[in-house]
């Protein structure tokens, strides 16, 4: 087995027992890694507080700078280097490495909007409830305060890793995944791999789910009840919505996720007239990009075939692009191997899925390895009674802090497989 990045072959053989016929477990019991997680369960208190403190900046996604702020001064005080403030905004700062290629952590900064109606309404910051932090603003952005728990603790071990440690915060995750865009325009060049931290890694997403949302809007002549007649606008959305929602794909892939869904309607406002304009909502999702492509190209032949019929026109206009795809090896890689392996070190039994839905998928539709930890993190998200769970936040920062000490220079699994 060859040894592992900052291990002694030794201790890195160390870190695999088990029978080649059995499942195998990973031991995290020698240095650094046991003092890196000792001292990321030490700063529990401390976590707890900046959870307080920047969970209860209201961040609603597209307004994000005084959180963002807020986090960039934190990645200052522990140490990070060439911490960065964009107008995304992102935040970003690096442990520095050797290689001069990049292992990129990520977490969310924005919020629903939703939720800062209800900061507004609470009057008060979040609080400490035992083993919660409750408040609005609290879910999402204990997975920033968890990466951060991580990186100050692997900054303080004085380590220097194989590649830079990149811990990005980025913005407008809720409104079409623009902070990750730009931080993967920055990075994909020099990046082995992004991690997404989205839980304590009780699941573990190597592939992405395409979900494509768009507006459907209907227009034609309006009119009242007693001169009206047709051509209708909701002649044309009943007929568009029927065809489109009897489209073969979703049952001929259904395995690949592949489903379309008309979730809102909307036309009129009074009985006795009948509208200019109406639309509907169209979400197609697939785990194939070329399925969810070959859909909307349906799609738009439907509203076509609908318009010579009834001579209502359509416009299609795309609400949110989330892109899908799956990296081939992404399984069996050192990145999610380790992963696994490490959840299993904290208790997790990690489940593997290749449908994220999240940051990760802008790497993942391009070609660069990422992952997503998921998984426990609280509950009531977006709603007045919103959590965190603090357990769960420090176990994420751990999962960080350990995968951050265990990934090589070229990713590629240990010996042994970790599960069998």
Same mark, same amino acid.
């Given at each position: 087995?060859?040894?592992?990045? =900052?291990? @002694?072959?030794?201790?890195?053989?160390?870190?695999?027992?088990?029978?080649?016929?059995?499942?195998?477990?990973?031991?995290?019991?020698?240095?650094?890694?046991?003092?890196?997680?000792?001292?990321?369960?030490?700063?529990?208190?401390?976590?707890?507080?900046?959870?307080?403190?920047?969970?209860?900046?209201?961040?609603?996604?597209?307004?994000? =700078?005084?959180?963002?702020?807020?986090?960039?001064?934190?990645?200052?005080?522990?140490?990070?280097?060439?911490?960065?403030?964009?107008?995304?905004?992102?935040?970003?700062?690096?442990?520095? $490495?050797?290689?001069?290629?990049?292992?990129?952590? +990520?977490?969310?900064?924005?919020?629903?909007?939703?939720?800062?109606?209800?900061?507004?309404?609470? &009057?008060?910051?979040?609080?400490?409830?035992?083993?919660?932090?409750?408040?609005?603003?609290?879910?999402?952005?204990?997975?920033?305060?968890?990466?951060?728990?991580?990186?100050?603790?692997?900054?303080?071990?004085? =380590?220097?890793?194989?590649?830079? %440690?990149?811990?990005?915060?980025?913005?407008?995750?809720?409104?079409? %995944?623009?902070?990750?865009?730009?931080?993967?325009?920055?990075?994909?060049?020099?990046?082995?791999?992004?991690?997404?931290?989205? &839980?304590?890694?009780?699941?573990?997403?190597?592939?992405?789910?395409?979900?494509?949302?768009?507006?459907?809007?209907? @227009?034609?002549?309006?009119?009242?009840?007693?001169?009206?007649?047709?051509?209708?606008?909701?002649?044309?959305?009943?007929?568009?919505?029927?065809?489109?929602?009897?489209?073969? !794909?979703?049952? !001929?892939?259904?395995?690949?996720?592949?489903?379309?869904?008309?979730?809102?309607?909307?036309? &009129?406002?009074?009985?006795?007239?009948?509208?200019?304009?109406?639309?509907?909502?169209?979400?197609?999702?697939?785990?194939?990009?070329?399925?969810?492509?070959?859909?909307?190209?349906?799609?738009?032949a439907i509203l076509a075939e609908v318009t010579a019929e009834t001579g209502i026109d359509?416009?299609?206009?795309?609400?949110?692009?989330?892109? $899908?795809?799956?990296?081939?090896?992404?399984?069996?890689?050192?990145? +999610?191997?380790?992963?696994?392996?490490? $959840?299993?070190?904290?208790?997790?039994?990690?489940?593997?899925?290749?449908?994220?839905?999240?940051?990760?998928?802008?790497?993942?539709?391009?070609?660069?390895?990422?992952?997503?930890?998921? &998984?426990?993190?609280?509950?009531?998200?977006?709603?007045?009674?919103?959590?965190?769970?603090?357990?769960?936040?420090?176990?994420?920062?751990?999962?960080?802090?350990?995968?951050?000490?265990?990934?090589?220079?070229?990713?590629?699994?240990?010996?042994?497989?970790?599960?069998?």
């Amino acid at each position: 087995m060859p040894a592992l990045p =900052f291990l @002694s072959a030794g201790a890195a053989a160390m870190l695999f027992l088990g029978s080649a016929a059995g499942a195998q477990t990973a031991r995290f019991e020698t240095e650094p890694f046991a003092s890196v997680e000792t001292a990321v369960e030490e700063a529990e208190t401390r976590a707890a507080e900046r959870l307080i403190a920047i969970g209860g900046i209201p961040s609603p996604s597209g307004d994000e =700078f005084a959180r963002a702020e807020a986090v960039a001064a934190l990645m200052s005080q522990i140490g990070l280097s060439d911490v960065e403030l964009s107008d995304a905004p992102n935040v970003i700062g690096r442990i520095p $490495g050797r290689s001069g290629r990049a292992l990129v952590f +990520v977490s969310t900064l924005d919020d629903l909007k939703t939720v800062a109606e209800h900061q507004a309404a609470r &009057g008060a910051p979040p609080s400490r409830e035992g083993h919660r932090i409750e408040g609005p603003g609290t879910n999402t952005s204990s997975t920033t305060v968890a990466m951060l728990t991580a990186a100050e603790a692997l900054a303080a071990s004085g =380590f220097e890793p194989e590649h830079d %440690l990149v811990f990005a915060a980025v913005a407008q995750e809720e409104t079409g %995944l623009v902070g990750m865009r730009r931080l993967y325009e920055a990075y994909k060049d020099d990046a082995v791999a992004f991690v997404d931290i989205l &839980g304590d890694g009780s699941t573990i997403s190597h592939g992405a789910l395409g979900i494509h949302w768009w507006k459907i809007t209907a @227009s034609g002549p309006p009119g009242h009840t007693l001169r009206g007649g047709l051509p209708n606008v909701n002649l044309g959305i009943a007929k568009a919505v029927e065809r489109i929602l009897a489209m073969p !794909q979703p049952s !001929q892939s259904a395995d690949r996720m592949t489903r379309a869904n008309v979730a809102i309607l909307r036309s &009129g406002s009074v009985f006795n007239h009948k509208p200019a304009e109406g639309w509907f909502s169209l979400d197609l999702r697939s785990l194939d990009a070329a399925t969810i492509a070959a859909m909307e190209e349906e799609t738009r032949a439907i509203l076509a075939e609908v318009t010579a019929e009834t001579g209502i026109d359509f416009r299609m206009e795309a609400e949110n692009i989330v892109p $899908g795809g799956q990296i081939e090896g992404a399984l069996d890689s050192g990145l +999610v191997r380790w992963s696994q392996a490490i $959840g299993d070190h904290l208790g997790v039994d990690p489940q593997l899925s290749d449908a994220g839905s999240a940051n990760l998928n802008v790497a993942i539709a391009d070609g660069t390895l990422a992952i997503g930890l998921g &998984g426990e993190r609280g509950g009531e998200r977006g709603h007045p009674g919103e959590w965190a769970d603090l357990d769960a936040m420090m176990r994420t920062a751990r999962h960080v802090a350990l995968l951050a000490l265990t990934v090589g220079d070229d990713l590629q699994p240990p010996d042994q497989s970790i599960s069998e």
